[in-house]
């Protein structure tokens, strides 16, 4: 692939791991003012998750995307320590 897109795929990637530290920080301050079951808390962590969760399956379908589609993960690998 282009140097483009996979200089696009580390952008993404970097703002998707701040994206999910940030919720992750704001769901431990939560925890600190909010009542352990309140609805507030139980929702954004529940989501906090979700967004984590997803946001892997996202970047893992990128990176393959962005390295060619390549026919195996060790050829990613390969990719990467080039």
Request: charged letters at 25%; proline letters at 4%; a negative charge.
């Amino acid at each position: 692939m282009t140097d483009a897109i996979l200089q696009a795929y580390k952008d993404v990637e970097q703002a998707v791991e701040r994206y999910t530290k940030l919720l992750q920080d704001h769901v431990a301050t939560l925890q600190n003012i909010e009542p352990p079951s309140s609805d507030k808390v139980v929702r954004m962590t529940q989501g906090s998750k979700a967004m984590r969760d997803s946001a892997m399956i996202y970047l893992s379908y990128a990176k393959y995307v962005a390295y060619g589609m390549p026919a195996s993960e060790e050829m990613v690998e390969d990719e990467i320590q080039e």
